[in-house]
């Protein structure tokens, strides 16, 4: 195959809307004719993809697997709930989970992973979109491992096994028993899948979402009548007492148990422990939310109607 320049890979890129390796494999195979590279596209069924390329893929499937102490979760997006429900579309997902174990967070390289009936996990997704007729994207990708105890998904609307709309992977490091370190995981995967937590601990909370709340509750203090004239040491005082409670409400440790409302999870936990048989830490949790953050189009009959009569 001849060498291609990158710049030619852009410019078909460009032309096509197929991915970069596809649009590389073509000038290779096509010693870097543009448009003797278009036709193999189109031959290969790719340039149907690229037509589909700007749909919004906001359906679809989140799937996990596991492999002794390593999970992965990932998210495989299609345009509508009917194609999420298609066998090949569902046996893709979980296939790509699977691959996700060996890519270990790497999502460009879980992109370019090699499949068992060959071809990359980029050229079948391709191959799926010529082939049922929607836009697909694996959106997303993650990755947990624990040298020690276990690592458990939880899927909630399952659809098939380890196929869903929320999937959850929760790491414990104990050295405690296997079976009672998996018990434990999945409520707390549950309990995750159920209030969404934004970190394990107060340390692993994003700096800029502390930033942010914190804005807003000195924003809401000088507006409240009732601070009025107080000292600032008052002021600053009440600021962190709200954040305190925020950060009860999106710290898992922090969080009422939803199993055990009367008990925090870092609480529960620790009285877990004695089933368990051994000291249990939190290594980590993954969840995906399918469409999570995904714009999806609005429909809106009457602009359309107005544009189409002129009328505003």
């Known amino acids: 195959m001849a060498e291609v320049s990158a710049a030619l890979v852009k410019e078909l890129r460009e032309k096509t809307g197929v991915g970069m390796m596809d649009c590389k494999k073509a000038l290779a195979e096509n010693a870097g004719d543009i448009e003797a590279s278009i036709d193999w596209l189109r031959a290969k069924g790719l340039s149907k993809a690229a037509k589909k ?10 799937a996990v697997a596991v492999a002794g102490v390593r999970g992965a979760v990932i998210e495989f997006n299609s345009e509508t709930d009917f194609v999420a429900r298609n066998e090949t579309f569902q046996k893709a997902a979980a296939a790509f989970a699977q691959k996700a174990l060996d890519a270990k967070g790497d999502h460009e390289a879980l992109l370019a992973a090699t499949l068992p009936e060959g071809g990359t996990v980029q050229e079948s997704t391709t191959q799926l979109i010529a082939t049922i007729g929607e836009n697909m994207t694996l959106r997303r990708s993650a990755y947990l491992e624990v040298g020690a ?14 196929l869903g709309r929320i999937g959850v992977l929760v790491a414990l490091e104990s050295a405690g028993q296997t079976a009672a370190l998996e018990d434990i995981a999945k409520k707390i995967a549950m309990h995750v899948a159920a209030t969404n937590p ?24 000088k ?10 040491n008052v002021l600053k005082g009440v600021v ?35 089933d368990a048989g051994g000291a249990i830490r939190i290594a980590g949790f993954k969840r995906f939310q399918l469409g999570e953050g ?4 609005k429909d809106d009959f009457a602009a359309e109607v107005a544009g189409m009569t002129g009328k505003s």
Request: charged share 35%.
């Open 198 to 221: 934004l970190a394990v601990s107060d340390t692993e909370v994003p700096a800029e979402a502390i930033a942010r709340e914190r804005a807003v509750y000195e924003e809401q203090v």
């Open 294 to 297: 995904v714009e999806k189009p």
């Open 53 to 62: 390329a700007d749909r919004a893929a906001a359906e679809g499937l989140v």
């Open 240 to 274: 962190e007492g709200r954040i305190r409670k925020f950060l009860e409400e999106v710290v898992l440790t922090k969080q009422k148990f939803v199993m055990a409302p009367d008990q925090t999870v870092e609480a529960w936990v620790k009285a877990a422990e004695k």
């Open 223 to 232: 507006e409240d009548p009732k601070m009025a004239g107080k000292p600032e």
């Open 149 to 162: 105890g276990v690592v458990t998904p939880y899927v909630h609307g399952q659809v098939a096994d380890g």
